[in-house]
């Protein structure tokens, strides 16, 4: 065998060995790649279309819930206070931002989002930094459940209207609290049950999205091969 | 001796491949719609997403390619297939309307009446270039009998607005249409009392299609 095909075969066989200690030690880890996010155009509290993808997106932690569920409302906020707080000591604060979308829209119009943000903490109100969204019963259904996946089931209007109520005094939608974590090019990185929500987890999940967005030129490719080799935290 | 180095490379890469999985297991992802294939021929069971309670679609007053007013109420008693896109769409929207003329043929070699049952309706997404004229002839290359739906922009974006539709207007200077539209693909399915009951998906199989909006056929029959 000549010099040159040795060498050659010991940088393959050196090569093939990192790929394989790449592989199985994951020096660099990522998130999953979890599906496209739905693209959406719904309402602000101002009543103005708010559309994603965009190009200066965020990171962005999506909230779903109804404004007259108390105890989700409550739960929604204290994921607020809990990550945006873990997220600021971490030195993220900049890099994420945080959307509610109303899975009650016969209830949540603008006006309805607009109180929610203006009115000091309550227990239905929604932190000012949180940009709430709303629209109509199909965008919100097609968005929320078909584009998010999150299981929610609104009430069925008729057989309620037949005992002759209004759809406005119906119960609020019967949810699945949920986070879901999207990264700037809109595609679904995380997602966690807001009851088992811990910070420690989103603030390392937050730095694993920052540090492979900063990642350039080689680096990048390293992160693309780790996502090959579905290095992702365990 | 060289294919022994080189099975040796293969070897280390297949294994570091299998390792990661093995180790990571399967990338998490998300169950969406229900496109089961195994989905049997029984009344209930559709291959499109349900809307579930049904509900009322938005009403609207559109104008058809004949200039006559189309009025979506009126249409009660048809299952209505729903479709927004513009007759300069280089894909999507000639695929979705070739599928149509299929899916109709199969429906009436099935149910006589198909034809009277269901109506396929075509919404622009395209006020500015889509006008009456250039609908009726581009609805002709696949249907006469199809519906193609416009009016000025204002109504329009209520009536996408209202059915959550994503409109985006796309400049394509290298293009001689000189822009395209960004918009949703899927397919909204009325039934016959007007509920939105079903959502269709680009790229679903006609006899898929044709199953679900039979389905909704018999059960208006049966009413």
């Not at chain 1, 040159?4 to 075969?9: F, H, S, V």
């Not at chain 1, 000091?120 to 919100?140: D, E, F, H, K, N």
């Not at chain 2, 599928?99 to 009446?113: A, S």
């Not at chain 2, 329009?156 to 959550?164: A, E, K, N």
Request: charged letters at 20%; proline letters at 7%.
């Amino acid at each position: 065998m000549s010099k040159g095909l040795r060498i050659a075969g010991a940088i393959g066989v050196a090569l093939a060995a990192l790929i394989f200690a790449f592989a199985v030690g994951r020096p660099i880890k990522v998130l999953p790649r979890m599906a496209p996010a739905p693209p959406f155009e719904l309402l602000d509290p101002w009543g103005k279309p708010v559309s994603a993808p965009r190009e200066d997106a965020k990171i962005t932690l999506y909230t779903f819930g109804a404004l007259r569920d108390d105890e989700g409302m409550a739960r929604i906020r204290a994921f607020y206070d809990k990550a945006h707080r873990a997220l600021s000591d971490a030195g993220f604060a900049d890099a994420v931002e945080f959307v509610f979308i109303t899975v009650d829209p016969d209830h949540d119009d603008p006006e309805a989002l607009r109180r929610a943000i203006a009115s000091p903490p309550t227990v239905r109100s929604l932190p000012p930094q949180m940009m709430p969204l709303t629209g109509s019963w199909i965008a919100i259904r097609m968005v929320v459940g078909t584009g998010f996946g999150v299981y929610f089931q609104p009430p069925a209007v008729e057989a309620h209207q037949g005992a002759g109520q209004l759809a406005a005094a119906l119960p609020p939608p019967k949810y699945d609290p949920t986070v879901i974590v999207v990264d700037r090019d809109h595609v679904i990185r995380a997602r966690y049950a807001l009851n088992q929500f811990d910070t420690g987890t989103l603030v390392r999940d937050v730095n694993l999205l920052v540090k492979e967005a900063n990642a350039q030129g080689a680096t990048r490719w390293i992160y693309e091969g780790a996502h090959l080799f579905l290095c992702y935290p365990r | 001796m060289n294919r022994l180095v080189l099975a040796g490379v293969l070897l280390l890469v297949v294994l570091g491949i299998a390792g990661a999985h093995l180790w990571g297991g399967r990338p998490p992802s998300l169950q969406l719609g229900s496109n089961a294939d195994d989905l049997i021929d029984r009344p209930g069971s559709y291959y499109g997403a349900t809307f579930d309670p049904p509900r009322q679609a938005p009403d609207f007053v559109l104008y058809d390619q004949y200039g006559d007013e189309y009025r979506l109420h009126e249409q009660r008693g048809n299952v209505v297939v729903m479709f927004f896109g513009y007759t300069s769409c280089p894909d999507v929207c000639p695929g979705t309307l070739a599928q149509y003329r299929h899916v109709k043929r199969l429906l009436q070699e099935k149910l006589e009446d198909a034809a009277d049952r269901v109506q396929f309706v075509f919404v622009t997404v395209d006020p500015q270039r889509d006008t009456q004229e250039r609908l009726r002839e581009y609805i002709s290359l696949f249907d006469s009998d199809f519906k193609g739906l416009w009016a000025d922009a204002d109504t329009l974006q209520q009536v996408w607005r209202d059915y959550g539709i994503i409109v985006e207007r796309v400049d394509a200077p290298e293009s001689s249409a000189g822009y395209l539209i960004n918009h949703s693909a899927t397919s909204y399915v009325l039934d016959a009392q007007g509920n939105l009951r079903l959502v269709h998906f680009y790229g679903m199989a006609d006899e898929q299609v044709a199953h679900d909006l039979e389905q909704l056929i018999l059960e208006a029959k049966a009413l």
